[in-house]
């Protein structure tokens, strides 16, 4: 706090962490004396830069860009970048912090970093979009590389934008080195299912939780927050699954479609025409969009907050619990406060903490890494297959890790954190002060 005072999410996501490691400290004092926890919060390396680029009019625009390589105790770097304008570097250190725990759930040789920009995509032409992406990757170029540091997409960054950055880094350094960008296109080095991944993974952990109460996604309402990657194709797998999503939303509103959401239509709107929200409900004779209260005030039985930090607050809580929700699963990085969380938690709701519901898309980036590593390209069932196995993994082992420290298995919270942290830390004790 002393060295970044302002940097609030920076703080949540760290006190978030260090509130459940009480057990593992008293049960390893080897931690303590090598300064583990002090190590952790600092990052390696923080890069903060201009990005100059020319818009459409002529006009010279300026942005930060940022890249916070937090931790490579477990492998390089590794960590979407995200474009939005309330990027700043509290941000990129919480992400980048989140991170860490996460890439270490997945096994995958995986360390943790973050970065982006505060610039806007929203409105900009795809001109504009491949000029910033130009000058974004011209200046960070020096310090990614396929053993060194790999971003991949967030929020405002997906294929189209990876494809402009990576073809400026292949451009600067005369070399295709697939493995320095992950969620390429699928014919260009790409993994098949890296797209779906963390929507699919969400929804593979939602299942597994709702299992260890004989529960199953068959004939569930669910709602989901956002309509952008993630969301998308935590939807596609909910419904494929059997539940009916009823609901989900973007930063003007929501659409509620009782008849269950038309994920073709979706996608047409979303990602074809790159529309708002907005242009599904006046294509569907079924759904409305809404634009006072939150999604979440839409009655459920699972709910999916795939949006953005603290976008599910206490109040949003206590209505989800009024309206009988059974499990929570976070498809996106810290949506739901502090006190959302207690408040699940104290009702005996099943809460799966983004650091492992959404783990699946950066451990399918690790596939992807392999892939490219190997100069091979594996079938869509395979990537799929091996994600679903990731997944169950990650699942498994924060419960058991759970039960371990805590006594209670459904604390996912704290074997999340706890499970995440000994892996990094013994790493990091192995390999001496540095
Ligand atoms: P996208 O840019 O594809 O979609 C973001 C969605 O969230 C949009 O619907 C957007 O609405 C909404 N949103 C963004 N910011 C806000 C805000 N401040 N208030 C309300 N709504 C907002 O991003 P992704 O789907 O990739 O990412 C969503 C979340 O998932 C993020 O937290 C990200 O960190 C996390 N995540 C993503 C992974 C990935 O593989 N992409 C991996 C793991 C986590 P609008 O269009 O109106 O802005």
């Known amino acids: 706090r002393r060295r970044s005072p302002s940097e609030s999410v920076f703080h949540q996501a760290v006190d978030e962490v260090l509130a459940n490691l009480a057990p593992v400290l008293a049960r390893h004092p080897e931690y303590i004396e090598a300064r583990i926890l002090d190590r952790l919060v600092e990052p390696e ?117 990876l494809g402009y950055m990576f073809g400026q880094y292949k451009r600067i350094v005369n070399r295709f080195e697939a493995g320095v960008i992950t969620g390429k296109g699928v014919g260009w080095a790409g993994s098949h299912t890296r797209t779906e991944a963390t929507g699919y993974g969400a929804i593979y952990f939602l299942r597994d939780m709702l299992a260890t109460r004989g529960c199953s996604l068959e004939g569930r309402r669910a709602v989901v927050s956002g309509s952008g990657n993630v969301a998308i194709y935590a939807i596609e797998k909910a419904q494929a699954l059997g539940a009916t999503v009823i609901a989900c939303s973007d930063s003007s509103g929501y659409i509620l479609d009782e008849a269950g959401i038309d994920i073709a239509l979706l996608k047409q709107v979303k990602e074809v025409q790159r529309a708002r929200l907005s242009e599904y409900a006046s294509a569907r004779p079924s759904a409305r969009y809404v634009t006072d209260g939150s999604v979440f005030d839409v009655p459920c039985d699972v709910a999916l907050p795939c949006a953005t930090q603290n976008e599910l607050e206490e109040q949003h809580a206590a209505e989800l619990i009024r309206n009988g929700v059974q499990a929570i699963a976070e498809g996106a990085n810290m949506p739901c406060t502090a006190g959302a969380v207690a408040l699940f938690r104290d009702a005996g709701v099943l809460f799966g903490p983004g650091k492992a519901a959404n783990a699946g898309g950066v451990a399918t980036s690790a ?48 074997g999340a954190s706890i499970g995440g942290f000994i892996r990094v830390a013994d790493a990091m004790l192995a390999q001496g002060i540095v």
Request: glycine share 12%; hydrophobic share 40%; net charge negative.
């Open 45 to 161: 390396r923080q890069i903060m830069f201009r990005v100059p680029w020319v818009d459409d009019a002529g006009i010279v625009q300026v942005n930060r860009g940022y890249r916070v390589e937090f931790n490579s105790a477990l492998g390089p770097f590794k960590g979407g970048l995200r474009f939005h304008p309330t990027v700043d570097l509290g941000v990129i250190r919480f992400l980048g912090f989140e991170q860490i725990f996460k890439n270490a759930l997945t096994g995958q040789g995986i360390g943790a970093g973050k970065g982006g920009s505060d610039f806007n995509p929203a409105g900009r032409s795809d001109a504009e979009i491949m000029r910033f992406c130009q000058s974004f990757i011209t200046e960070l170029h020096r310090h990614l590389g396929e053993h060194t540091d790999v971003p991949a997409g967030d929020i405002g960054v997906g294929v189209r934008e």
């Open 367 to 414: 596939l992807e890494m392999q892939q490219n590593a190997a100069r091979a390209s594996w079938s869509r069932e395979e990537t799929e297959a091996r994600l679903e196995s990731i997944m169950r993994q990650i699942h498994d082992h924060v419960r058991a890790t759970a039960a371990s420290y805590t006594g209670d298995p459904d604390n996912y919270v704290a």
